[in-house]
């Protein structure tokens, strides 16, 4: 199931506004979010359009949380965080997705909550890919 406005179901240019692809999951598909303050940012989108977690199987959701885990145990070892945030939220954009946000003690935001949006750091195209070739890599 697909909506046609939806920037995870629809791919290309609609989540290239926010997102870098990385590689497809078992449950989904994983994007590096191009807002790096905090290095590692990433989104993993679940493979059809649905807006909560209640709303796909428990075999399903499993899965899901499978991938959030394997993604997360990859984003340790690479980027070394202290601590990773993990966000499911949707108000505008119905679509289960699930933010997961890399925390550096000392950092930007330690010891609060992270900004959807900070609008501070952005990396070059080829920064994405590196840090996507890193990921693929590590999630094989």
Known sequence: MK???CAYCMQGELVAKFGYPVCPMDSG???IFKEQSKLGRVILAYKDHV???I???DEDRNQFFADVAKVSKALHKLFKPDKVNYGAYG???CHLHMHLVPK???GDEWGGVFQMNPDKVYLTDA???AMAEKLRAELK
């Open 3 to 5: 909506d046609q406005n």
């Open 29 to 31: 598909y994983l994007y």
């Open 51 to 53: 807006s909560e977690m």
């Open 55 to 57: 709303d796909i199987s």
């Open 91 to 93: 108000d505008t954009g």
């Open 104 to 106: 550096y003690n000392g």
């Open 127 to 129: 920064e994405y890919e």
